[in-house]
């Protein structure tokens, strides 16, 4: 998404400002001198969107959001092309537009923080006389300064940490997503950042033809790669790499995959291993290294049984689960208990007194865990509660006097309490073998402003804005209260969020970050062992539970993480809540009360929400793939798909040429016969006829027959001419039948299939998307169709998306809108979705099928290069450096939230496809001198279900763009259900081990 600066006359009103300017400060400068004004900052390419919202960087190379700059013309453009924001020529030199000075005051600001909304207070004149000197210097970049090494009692140490990329700053990375309320209404031409991602199934369903709205990921993907059959609980870790090191190198796409995995018949699959290296990325620097989301699994990790969700009823941001109950607090503390979701006890506190703290007490007796509870409130107030009988058995006024309680921990059999001025007590156990407040304590003090703590074995780990600080509160006068002389910290990252350890890393702490970041630190030697980029949006809470860590977001979203492979994995993703993620808690003890490792996330909207802590119907499901050896028989078909934007030609034009005539038979002849066509066209109706266009859009609900005979009789065109060429051209042995033909608005999907393998196919089922206008058009969008064969899911998406050189947020919307969206209808209920979709979904949503390959003309463009430069490259076959720069590519390293990156695409070795004179092999020599680009593709995805055979264009003329086509090796399953029921007894008796044993760790 780098910028694609364009050269342009200043617009007369911006000049008329800065005559302006000028005046203003020559009329200031006669009051009082002024001092000398610093040169202005080059600011041309910044994207010119009407909401800027993407940040974006003052260097030319390692920008992505790319500049529109309309040229001024005469000339009409259709509003169902090109968004008018966009120009598509590309001068051959590219000449930063001047900037308009600002009007400077008298006296210098200090400059707005980057991440704040608000204007900055005034400055007084005493500042303003100190920096007036600062003024005569020279801009320049703010200097970074390294961050705090820590030191430990007795010596200094190393933290040895990696300090990020110079193109991993803050400023460089995406913008926030907006909300996707905000954005329903807004055309195309309005949006300026890209759409959250939606993450899974708790989101509302929509209809298929509605598609203005996209809901969040996000998150959400690159590459997703079988694992190498050990399928492991939660739990239940195993090292995954072979030497047991993990290397500390991040890179972004290159990224290292397992062996491949062998099929029964000794076939491997180029999905499950790393992609083929592409021509040109193998050098380039790494950008970001956001987790592998795309083996994510989007249902809901809920109970079966109720309860799984309890409406507090009121507002509130504290609780607290310790097996039968959950308890929240504020003005009202109220206790329910989980077996049945009723209240338990409700306690008032009044107008003035309101807890702000609170933690189950340890019992000496783990039968006895829950019972009593501790309540800290804001005038410094401990009480102790008794829930069985509802009452409140001690109260400790003065046992932070003048001081706000703002957390309590549980530690072995102590509890320790701290305020917001710093003062730490710890609660030694009595007689009983539990705290008491009627014993005395032992006193420390820490630093104010506590964000995020934790208690690690004997240590406090206390988080202060960015800086983290290590305590061991002891009895031992002998023992180091303070371990570490310097707080540890690390450069351009936001403040601590949360914090969160994992029981099978012993060693490791986690801290989620305000920016999206989560740090590692090793609990031993006190230095960061990783910084990793997990999301764009604010971390509100982590959770380490069995081997993953639990991540809770201010979208509503909850994430699963493995932390353990490079990068890390998104195991799960669910839309937990409507509004942002208060806190994630995980309960221990209901693995022996309740026998379940329960998770219970407090949201914004007041609701605690149960979850299955084992994530069992993952496990299972996982299991069941990887024993699907045991009850599937398997075996290999051949696909053709050709993609291939015709600019509204007729087939009879492809007689012009024979060289465009040959076009077909020499295709069909090219290879073996595949078993599946499937033909995707795009513009096969003039989207520049405004008559045509027009009337599709502000058609009436009585269509008008001729506009209507026009565009079936296009499509019915070449319907009939892939027929013909199939019959004239493939051998009379195999005849091929025609399976299905879609189109909307000059988009056009025509699938054939061997006739042997027709009786095999079942459950077709089309639908088609909107983007266009806001999603109102079909002029952009696409066609989905999906079918079974045998027991496998199959679905080909047929795109075409938002042009322009400076459109690729827009596309990125588009994409995000295509995938998230769910316009299949969900198959009947009494089938098992599990054997014929992935990821926990039901078949209404692309990402839900097995097999998937999305095809069309998707518009990507290459950045920030001149044509010439681009035609030039072309000419001399260096590739390499245009891949570079191609914006597919550039969005998957960059964007995490980017849905492409769960696709594969086989390395691209043939010269741009767009955009030609027709019919030349000459590049566009138009008024517009539009960019060579490879803008239509072919990508896949299908874990072990897919590998690509070739990837190549076709010099056909006729249109500017030439056709590309794949051929694909699917596999296919067919499953026996004697065999599956006997295989999912075994996996059942697998897992009730696995169960029993964390039951043992955890009492």
Aim: net charge neutral.
């Amino acid at each position: 998404m780098s910028p694609f600066l364009q050269g342009s006359t200043t617009p007369e009103p911006l000049v008329e400002v800065r005559r302006t300017s000028v005046v203003e400060r020559e009329a200031a400068s006669k009051k009082e001198p002024a001092p000398a004004a610093p040169p202005p900052i080059n600011r041309a390419g910044k994207p010119q969107f009407s909401k800027p919202s993407v940040p974006t960087d003052q260097s030319h190379e390692d920008r992505l959001a790319p500049e529109s700059k309309p040229a001024v013309s005469d000339e009409r453009v259709s509003p169902f092309n090109t968004p008018p924001s966009s120009n598509e020529s590309t001068p051959d030199e590219m000449l930063p537009p001047p900037v308009p000075r600002r009007v400077e005051s008298k006296v210098r600001t200090p400059s707005i923080q980057r991440d704040s909304y608000f204007d900055p207070p005034p400055l007084h004149h005493a500042q303003g006389d100190k920096r007036r000197a600062q003024d005569l210097k020279p801009m320049s970049r703010s200097p970074t300064f390294p961050a705090h090494t820590p030191s430990v009692a007795g010596g200094q140490v190393n933290n040895g940490r990696k300090l990020p990329a110079a193109d991993d700053l803050p400023e460089l990375r995406p913008g926030l997503p907006p909300r996707r309320d905000l954005l329903i209404s807004e055309p195309r031409e309005n949006l300026a950042r890209p759409l959250e991602p939606r993450g899974s199934a708790g989101m509302p369903r929509r209809a298929a033809t509605v598609t203005g709205r996209s809901d969040p990921q996000f998150l959400p993907p690159p590459r997703r790669n079988q694992p190498s059959i050990s399928p492991r609980m939660s739990l239940d870790h195993q090292p995954t790499s072979q030497s047991g090191i993990r290397s500390l190198t991040r890179t972004s796409l290159d990224i290292r995959r397992g062996q491949t995995p062998q099929t029964g018949d000794g076939h491997s699959y180029a999905d499950d291993i790393e992609e083929p290296p592409q021509p040109g990325l193998g050098a380039h620097p790494a950008l970001t290294d956001y987790p592998d989301s795309s083996q994510a699994n989007r249902r809901p990790p809920c109970y079966r049984e109720r309860p799984w969700e309890i409406a507090t009823g009121y507002d509130t941001r504290l609780f607290a689960v310790c097996g039968e109950y959950v308890c929240t607090t504020g003005y009202v503390t109220r206790v329910w208990n989980l077996r049945t979701g009723e209240s338990s006890m409700t306690l008032q506190h009044g107008d003035t007194v309101k807890v702000t703290a609170l933690a189950f007490k340890p019992a000496r007796n783990v039968e006895d865990e829950g019972k009593r509870l501790w309540l800290g409130t804001n005038a410094g107030e401990i009480q102790e509660v008794d829930i069985p009988t509802r009452s409140v058995i001690h109260a400790l006024p003065n046992a932070h006097p003048r001081g706000e309680i703002v957390k309590i921990y549980r530690h072995a059999s102590e509890m320790w309490s701290l305020d917001d001025d710093g003062r730490l007590h710890v609660w030694s156990p009595d007689e009983t073998g539990s705290p008491s407040l009627k014993h005395g304590h032992q006193s420390f003090h820490v630093p104010k402003g506590h964000s995020s703590s934790l208690v690690m074995g004997n240590q406090l780990w206390i988080a202060t804005g960015k800086e983290i600080r290590v305590f061991q509160p002891s009895s031992d006068a002998n023992t180091t209260f303070q371990l570490l002389q310097k707080p540890l910290s690390q450069p351009n990252v936001g403040e601590v969020t949360s914090c969160a350890t994992i029981s099978s890393q012993a060693d490791r702490i986690y801290f989620g970050h305000a920016d999206g970041k989560v740090t590692v630190y090793s609990r031993k030697e006190f230095v960061c062992l990783d910084v990793v980029n997990v999301s764009l949006y604010k971390i509100s809470s982590l959770a380490g539970i069995g081997d993953y860590l639990w991540a809770g977001y201010n979208s509503g979203m909850v994430y699963v993480y493995d932390t353990t492979p490079h990068p890390w994995k998104v195991k799960k993703d669910w839309h937990a809540h409507d509004k942002p993620v208060a806190s994630i808690v995980v309960d221990q003890t209901s693995v022996w009360k309740l026998d379940r490792l329960q998770v219970a996330s407090l949201g914004i909207d007041n609701t605690i929400r149960l979850w299955d802590g084992m994530l069992k119907d993952d496990w299972l499901e996982a299991q069941m793939q990887h024993h699907d050896t045991e009850y599937c028989d398997f075996r290999e078909i051949t696909a053709l798909v050709m993609t291939w934007n015709a600019g509204a030609v007729k087939p009879t034009s492809l007689r012009n040429d024979e060289r465009d005539a040959n076009f077909f038979r020499d295709l069909f002849r090219s290879g073996e016969p595949p078993d599946l066509f499937v033909f995707g066209f795009q513009e096969l109706v003039d989207l520049e006829d405004k008559k045509v266009t027009a009337k599709s859009f502000f058609k009436s609900k009585k269509k008008d027959s001729s506009e209507s005979e026009h565009m079936s009789h296009q499509y019915r065109a070449w319907r009939d001419h892939l027929t013909r060429s199939l019959e004239e051209h493939m051998p009379t042995s195999e005849p091929y039948t025609l399976v299905h033909t879609a189109n909307m608005v000059g988009l056009f999907t025509c699938v054939f299939v061997k006739a042997s393998e027709r009786s095999r196919i079942h459950h077709i089922n089309a639908a088609e998307i909107k983007r266009g206008m806001g999603g109102l058009h079909g002029n952009k969008g696409a066609l989905v169709m999906r079918f079974m064969l045998d027991d496998s899911s199959l679905c080909f998406v047929n795109c075409h998306l938002a042009a322009g050189q400076s459109q690729t947020i827009n596309r990125n919307n588009d994409v995000t809108a295509i995938l998230e969206s769910d316009p299949l209808p969900v198959l009947a209920d009494n089938l098992d979705y599990s054997d014929m979709f992935v990821g926990g979904g039901d078949g209404s949503m692309i990402f839900d099928h097995e097999i998937c390959i999305l095809n069309g003309d998707l518009n990507y463009r290459i950045d920030a290069m001149p044509r010439n430069t681009v035609v030039n490259a072309v000419r001399s076959n260096n590739l390499a450096k245009l891949i570079e720069r191609d914006q597919l590519l550039l969005s998957r390293k960059r964007n995490p939230g980017f849905r492409l990156r769960a696709f594969n695409e086989w390395p691209i070795t043939f010269a741009p496809t767009y955009k030609y004179d027709v019919g030349t092999d000459n590049y566009d020599s138009s008024e517009k001198k539009r960019s060579p680009a490879w803008c239509d593709r072919l990508l896949y995805r299908g874990v072990g279900r897919v590998k690509q055979l070739d990837y190549r264009r076709h010099e056909v003329r006729v249109s500017d763009h030439r056709p590309v086509t794949g051929r694909f090796k699917l596999r296919v399953k067919t499953v026996d259900s004697e065999r599956r029921a006997k295989t999912w007894d075994k996996c059942k008796q697998e897992f009730e081990v696995v169960k029993q044993r964390v039951g043992a760790e955890a009492k």
